[in-house]
């Protein structure tokens, strides 16, 4: 069992800059592969970022270039850093967490809402 709690959303004009918390908590052992996910009105959750726990990382296309995605084992924390923000980034951001890297991962976090404005 993992508990993920995000944290940093928020309000930004667009071009600018945001940075995104989750700490894990309870079972870190199924912690190997943390994520980044974000979710439109009316879509479904699609993938933004993974990075493992010695720091391997995969990007959506639509996130490389402007969004980092980082983590530091020693807090059980994952980041995610988006830069040059634009007005279609406005969704839910949600962490996610699971041993293998599983496209179904295992533990979700409660979303943390990003809202661009122009």
């Known amino acids: 069992q993992v508990q993920l709690a995000e944290s940093g959303g928020g309000l930004v004009q667009a071009g600018g800059s945001l940075r995104l918390s989750c700490v894990a908590s309870g079972s870190i052992l199924s912690t190997n592969v943390m994520g980044w996910y974000r979710q439109f009105p009316g879509k479904q959750r699609e993938l933004v970022a993974t990075?493992?726990?010695?720091?391997?990382?995969n990007y959506s296309d639509s996130a490389k270039g402007r969004f980092t995605i980082s983590r530091d084992n020693a807090l059980n924390t994952v980041y995610l850093h988006m830069d040059r923000l634009k007005v279609e980034d406005t969704a839910v951001y949600y962490c996610?967490?699971?041993?293998?890297?599983?496209?179904?991962?295992?533990?979700w976090g409660e979303g943390t809402l990003v809202n661009v404005s122009s």
């Open positions: 990075i493992t726990k010695i720091g391997d990382t």
């Open positions: 996610s967490a699971d041993r293998y890297g599983s496209i179904q991962p295992w533990y």
